[in-house]
Nanobody
Framework: QVQLVESGGGLVQAGGSLRLSCAAS????????MGWFRQPTGKEREFLTA????????RYADSAKGRFTISRDNAKNTVYLQVSSLQPEDTAVYFC????????????????????WGQGTQVTVSS
């Protein structure tokens, strides 16, 4: 089992940038592909990006290409989401999630593939 804790959210002005972090507990972090999702208030949760176990593969939603960058540091059990040129429509709760893949290296955009979720971190972008 792994526990995920997101941090780095907050209030930012439009045009600004943030780096979100997701710290994982345990010693099996490299066995998980990791993903970032977000959920605006009153809307469904949506996939943003995912990264394979050793960072060799990434996947981005069309809406995330160009402004969102995922990375991971297995030595620190942490995955990051760098977001630039933030806009008010980026306001949402951002979640990280872990996909158990001891033998695989795929990156999924489907929520049901993810086994563990963090509690989320709020990002609010003011205009």
């Amino acid at each position: 089992q792994v526990q995920l804790v997101e941090s780095g959210g907050g209030l930012v002005q439009a045009g600004g940038s943030l780096r979100l972090s997701c710290a994982a507990s345990g010693r099996t972090f490299s066995m998980y592909a990791m993903g970032w999702f977000r959920q605006p208030t009153g809307k469904e949760r949506e996939f943003l990006t995912a990264i394979s176990r050793y960072g060799t593969s990434t996947r981005y939603a069309d809406s995330a290409k160009g402004r969102f960058t995922i990375s991971r540091d297995n030595a620190k059990n942490t995955v990051y989401l760098q977001v630039s040129s933030l806009q008010p429509e980026d306001t949402a709760v951002y979640f990280c999630a872990a996909d158990w893949q001891p033998l695989g290296s795929s990156v999924s955009s489907k929520e049901y593939d993810y086994d563990y979720w963090g509690q989320g971190t709020q990002v609010t972008v003011s205009s």
